[in-house]
């Protein structure tokens, strides 16, 4: 299943007052967020001002925050990698992140039970030899704070259905699984994905071209619990005047967002994809290395080349080799232009393996202690428990529930 990296499912807002977030909704809009559903369009651009949200929230002195995640179901590939995880390595440096395991997405179709702790680890265990630094970000699996799935209960009782039901992704993997095969969790997985975020009352999440539809339904679900709930609403039960959740924005890379997979140049990479030979995976071996780019799918043009419509695989695999080598796209196409695939793949190759090989040695080291591994994932589950629980807490509170006295 694509990540939604997560939940990297596995996972991408000015927190500058916006004069639409700020507003209330006119009548008209309000009319047709309620009673039917309009097609969700990327619009990405509005926010709500600090001072509307509730506690937990970042405040102008803090850095915005980021949240996101990849599943642990299958091998971390490069495509996680390149167009996620690589990705956050520079937002801790920038943002308050939060990174997370996104184990309760992956059971949104058929699933290995007796693999799914030990792929979870396995991420777990990738986000750090990949250059996650716990000192900076919070690293913690999706299940160890409960918070998200009461919210992702309190979140569906206000979701359209119309609005789940023209999720692409939906349609896709529905069609692919069939009907009598596809439980209900793989229609509200959206209802999941908007909790993941709005939890954390995140400014910024990192996504891929594909999962843009999902966040502004999570944006147009933020606003509309906020216009049914929050404001005056929610004052008048005791809580604080002003918006209950952000209006995240999507913070898309411009390169790596989305890397295809070596047997179509125009399929996304995929772990669920049913042949090995369609992606790398981070801890393959330098002869399976070699062997996957020898064999992945070319072209018979002369040269090499961006851009061109015509030679999809030729462009992903040039824009992999930038991403690993680190050089420009102008660097890449000037010293490519006039090789052969013969002399490119051993170059791709090369440069896949010795960017591949440090990330392979941290594994090793990570997953020979697994003491140290519980350690940081209880400590940032602690971490973003302090901050879901708060606004859960206020999501209950302006929903009208009976609220549990403390002994």
Not at 49 to 64: A, F, I, L, Q
Not at 142 to 171: D, Y
Not at 339 to 350: A, Q, Y
Request: with cysteine; proline share 5%.
């Amino acid at each position: 299943m694509s990540s939604r990296s997560l939940l990297s499912r596995f996972l991408f807002l000015s927190s500058a007052a916006s004069p639409r977030a700020s507003r209330s909704l006119n009548s008209r809009r309000i009319g047709l967020a309620l009673r039917s559903y309009a097609p969700l369009r990327c619009k990405c651009t509005a926010s709500v001002s600090e001072s509307e949200v509730s506690d937990g929230t970042s405040t102008p002195k803090t850095k915005k925050r980021v949240v996101s995640g990849v599943q642990p179901t299958g091998s971390v590939h490069l495509g996680n990698y390149l167009g996620a995880i690589k990705n956050w390595i520079s937002l801790q440096d920038s943002y308050e992140t939060l990174f997370f395991i996104v184990d309760l997405h992956a059971i949104t179709l058929p699933y290995d039970a007796p693999d799914l702790a030990k792929s979870t680890r396995s991420t777990a265990a990738l986000y750090l030899a990949c250059g996650v630094d716990t000192s900076k970000a919070s690293v913690f699996v999706q299940s160890h704070v409960r918070a998200h799935v009461e919210l992702m209960w309190l979140l569906s009782s206000a979701t359209p259905l119309g609005w789940l039901n023209r999720m692409i992704q939906f349609k896709e993997k529905s069609r692919k699984a069939g009907d009598e095969n596809v439980g209900v969790a793989l229609l509200t997985y959206p209802v999941l994905m908007a909790s993941d975020i709005l939890l954390y009352q995140s400014d910024l999440v990192p996504v891929g071209e594909d999962q843009k539809q999902h966040l502004e339904l999570t944006r147009e679900l933020a606003e509309r619990i906020n216009y049914l709930y929050g404001g005056r609403k929610w004052k008048k039960l005791g809580g604080r005047k002003g918006s209950i959740f952000k209006v995240p924005e999507a913070l898309i890379p411009p390169t790596g967002a989305r890397v295809m997979s070596l047997t179509d140049g125009l399929s996304k990479m995929s772990k669920s994809a049913p042949s090995d030979l369609s992606r790398i995976n981070l801890l393959d071996p330098k002869d399976v290395i070699a062997n996957k780019i020898k064999r992945c799918k070319t072209d018979s043009f002369p040269g090499l080349e961006f851009d061109n419509p015509e030679r999809p695989e030729c462009s992903n695999l040039l824009s992999i080799y930038q991403l690993v080598t680190g050089k420009t796209k102008e660097e890449v196409a000037l010293e490519c232009q006039n090789m052969n695939w013969g002399s490119f793949k051993l170059i791709l190759t090369d440069a896949l393996v010795d960017h591949l090989q440090p990330i392979q040695v941290r594994y090793q080291e990570i997953t020979s202690d697994p003491g140290y591994l519980d350690s940081v994932l209880s400590e940032g589950a602690k971490k973003a428990s302090e901050i879901a629980d708060t606004t859960l807490n206020n999501m209950y509170q302006a929903m009208g529930f009976l609220q549990r006295q403390k002994t």
